[in-house]
Nanobody
Framework: HVQLVESGGGSVQAGGSLTLSCAFS????????MAWFRQAPGKEREAVAA???????TYTYAVSGRFSISRDNAENTLYLQMNDLKVEDTAEYYC???????????????WGQGTQVTVSS
């Protein structure tokens, strides 16, 4: 079965940086499409960035130019490099995977348990 385990969350001041990691495992093709989502208290879960098996990224406008998604298929790890963090980036961040190239759509089949990112002013 598919397993997704996030790490790297924490507390930083505005303007700081964090790198999230997601270790993934599972049958072939189940993790061809991967993404990072986030959910702030009282808000809906939203897509932050997505990447396909070839490494082509997609970003939501709010993080474009500040966040970078990448994947190391040899190490079975997905990354989210977050720079110039803002207070509004505070949320629980989730790694997601699917065999279908869903990009920023929310219908990913597999989800990690989440990692908290808190940005203070």
């Amino acid at each position: 079965h598919v397993q997704l385990v996030e790490s790297g969350g924490g507390s930083v001041q505005a303007g700081g940086s964090l790198t999230l990691s997601c270790a993934f495992s599972g049958p072939t093709h189940t993790t061809d499409s991967m993404a990072w989502f986030r959910q702030a208290p009282g808000k809906e879960r939203e897509a932050v960035a997505a990447i396909d098996i070839r490494g082509a990224p997609t970003y939501t406008y709010a993080v474009s130019g500040r966040f970078s998604i990448s994947r190391d298929n040899a190490e079975n790890t997905l990354y989210l490099q977050m720079n110039d963090l803002k207070v509004e980036d505070t949320a629980e961040y989730y790694c997601a995977a699917d065999a279908v190239n869903l990009q920023m759509a929310r219908w990913y089949t597999y989800w990690g348990q989440g990692t908290q990112v808190t940005v203070s002013s």
